[in-house]
Structures are given as structure tokens and as C-alpha cells.
């Protein structure tokens, strides 16, 4: 059974930081690039983050650039999302998913594994 679980939400102040953790089970993420998405209530989904499958290449939507890392340890089949700075505009469910290529695309109709989300709340 193909299977990604993130864990690391939580609630916490403006300028804090959390560090997320989407772990792969059913399949080896050696072979594919992966991908943060979140989702507040009311907005649609966007895309947060990617990382390819050797972590040479990641990419980030503007709104988090030099506040969010990703990263991702194959040996231990999880992908990391770094979160620090957070603002309230940062609440939302936050997702990763499988995308089947090593390379990434901002394409979410392609990801085809998904986890169940985790809250991220930021609030004083």
C-alpha cells in the first residue's frame, strides 16, 4: 500500500518555526520528486515546495522563499520541510505528495500519492 504521512504540524507564534516530516511507506522515495502543498480554509491548494529525488534541485513559491527548506534524507524515505518566521498568512493544512519523475513541476494534477495533511497553525 503506497502511503505518505506527514507529521510536525502544531500550533505556534508569529515567528516561530516547525519542521514538518512526510514519510514514505509502500515505496523507496529514491526514485521521485516530491512536493509540499497547503491549503488554508476558503483557497484553493497551492504549491509550497519541491525537491527532486537527489535533492539537487528544489524550488519554492515566492511567499516562503528564504523562510522555508526543504530537504530530504532517502536513507530514512522522509522528505523535511523546514518552517521558520512563520506568519498567520502560513495556516493551512499542509500536504506532500508523490510526483512520478525524479525532476519537479508545479503541475498538482500530476501528484499522485498524497498524504493526509497536517494542521500548521500560527497564531499569537
Known amino acids: 500500500h503506497l502511503q505518505l504521512v506527514e507529521s510536525g504540524g502544531g500550533l505556534v507564534q508569529p515567528g516561530g518555526s516547525l519542521r514538518l516530516s512526510c514519510a514514505a511507506s509502500?515505496?523507496?522515495?529514491?526514485?521521485?520528486?516530491i512536493g509540499w502543498f497547503r491549503q488554508a480554509p476558503g483557497k484553493e491548494r497551492e504549491g509550497v515546495s519541491c525537491?527532486?529525488?537527489?535533492?539537487?534541485?528544489?524550488n519554492y513559491a515566492d511567499s516562503v522563499k528564504g523562510r522555508f527548506t526543504i530537504s530530504r534524507d532517502n536513507a530514512k524515505n522522509t522528505v523535511y520541510l523546514q518552517m521558520n518566521s512563520l506568519k498567520p498568512e502560513d495556516t493551512a493544512v499542509y500536504y506532500c505528495a508523490r510526483y512520478g519523475r525524479r525532476w519537479c513541476t508545479s503541475v498538482t494534477g500530476v501528484y499522485d500519492v498524497w498524504g493526509q495533511g497536517t494542521q500548521v497553525t500560527v497564531s499569537s
Open positions: 509502500g515505496f523507496t522515495l529514491d526514485y521521485y520528486a
Open positions: 525537491i527532486s529525488s537527489s535533492g539537487v534541485s528544489t
